[in-house]
């Protein structure tokens, strides 16, 4: 007999981005291990039977925990699951699993995006302000805090930290499962190359220009380190190099900020050097066309992009706030600096790829080391399923 699951989150819309795209992935690859695995989500749209929508009619997109906990143990109450594996910080869940890294880490990364020193200390200042932010982190520091809580499934190294420095969590309630990626998505060659010559065009070069395309892909461009790498690109066109360096962006962030410092640096001598794409449907179409992936993340637990981006077999660029660092080798796969804020050492690690020979090394040596299984979803899942075993034979000890 199958073994059931229920995994729960905010919102089933794989629209709305990577948490719930990871999920609802997360969901069919522990189905593929033989589990019978329910979603169950606040709101969402689906067609699929084993996903839940619980609070449909509720105003508002988003829909308050202690609505949505009500509505869980209801659903519950009438349903028998042997693991309840969650997203969000509830008591009742044998396994917690916070995409997101830990809430109070977030809110200081966040804070720490800013420019304007003073705005970050007014972010911190009135961060609980926000009463459903405050709702989440007292839930979670709650739940982090009790001896006998649910197994904390962390995404990474980084997110296990966080647990153990905000909230003092015993490192025995924590196990690192690294985050993981569908791999394998197949590329629509025609566009691919429809897109290259796109943003070719937009640039003002040719094939025979030989440029290096460095892609950066978030929707949330300040805490992703856009003006930082609009910077870095900056400062590494003035230094010579083997080839130029030109930066893709795709997401649907607020541009004009961005668009205004690209253009101020975008001005003679150095040409244009930066293309705005927007939103774009298959992502692994862009990844094909570009050269290198880079996300000078002020935080992120464990970026699906760059992780995408390794199982394509592109070299990548990021800081160690970002939990994905544990699925590759800096300096062999790809480079890590320590703060966005970095411009110098930013503008080097742009500046070593534009070198062909540096390209080639480290996109064979991702191949050698077959990262690409290491960061597949399936791994994450098996993970994820021998967890499940161990809570479970500890439940029938008791």
Request: a positive charge.
């Amino acid at each position: 007999m199958k073994r059931k699951v229920a995994i729960i989150i905010e919102r089933a819309n794989v629209a709305l981005g990577g948490a719930e795209r990871s999920v609802l992935e997360l969901a069919a690859a522990l189905s593929g291990l033989d589990l019978e695995v329910d979603v169950i989500a606040a709101k969402g749209r689906t067609d699929t039977s084993n996903v839940h929508i619980l609070c449909p009619n509720t105003t508002g997109r988003r829909v308050g925990y202690f609505t949505f906990e009500r509505a869980l143990r209801e659903h519950l109450s009438q349903r028998s699951y042997e693991i309840i594996h969650s997203v969000l910080p509830f008591e009742f869940a044998d396994v917690y699993q916070p995409r997101g890294g830990a809430y109070a880490e977030s809110i200081l990364r966040n804070a720490a995006s800013y420019e304007n020193k003073f705005v970050e200390r007014y972010k911190k200042l009135t961060a609980f302000t926000n009463w459903r932010r405050t709702v989440l982190v007292h839930a979670e520091r709650k739940l982090a805090q009790r001896a006998d809580g649910p197994v904390i499934a962390a995404l990474s190294r980084y997110v296990a930290e966080q647990f153990k420095q905000r909230y003092g969590t015993d490192e025995r309630r924590i196990v690192i499962i690294p985050n993981g990626v569908k791999t394998g998505r197949p590329i629509n060659r025609a566009q691919a190359d429809r897109l290259r010559a796109e943003v070719l065009a937009k640039l003002r070069i040719k094939e025979s220009d030989d440029p290096v395309l460095f892609l950066f892909v978030a929707n949330n461009f300040r805490l992703k380190g856009l003006a930082p790498l609009i910077r870095a690109m900056s400062v590494a066109a003035r230094h010579e190099a083997q080839r130029k360096g030109y930066l893709i962006v795709v997401g649907g962030g607020k541009r004009l900020k961005y668009t205004e410092l690209a253009q101020k640096l975008n001005a003679p001598p150095m040409g244009r050097r930066v293309v705005f794409l927007g939103t774009v449907s298959h992502i692994q179409n862009v990844l094909s066309i570009a050269d290198v992936a880079v996300l000078p993340t002020f935080y992120d637990p464990s970026s699906r992009f760059i992780l995408e981006a390794l199982a394509a077999g592109r070299p990548v660029i990021t800081t160690r706030f970002n939990g994905a660092t544990d699925l590759f080798v800096k300096d062999r796969h790809g480079k890590v600096i320590d703060t966005p804020e970095n411009t110098s050492s930013l503008a080097e690690a742009v500046g070593h790829f534009t070198d062909t020979s540096n390209i080639l090394d480290a996109s064979q040596a991702i191949a050698e080391d077959n990262l690409r299984d290491n960061i597949s979803i399936n791994r994450a899942a098996g993970q994820l399923n021998e967890l499940y075993e161990s809570i479970l034979e500890r439940k029938d000890r008791k």
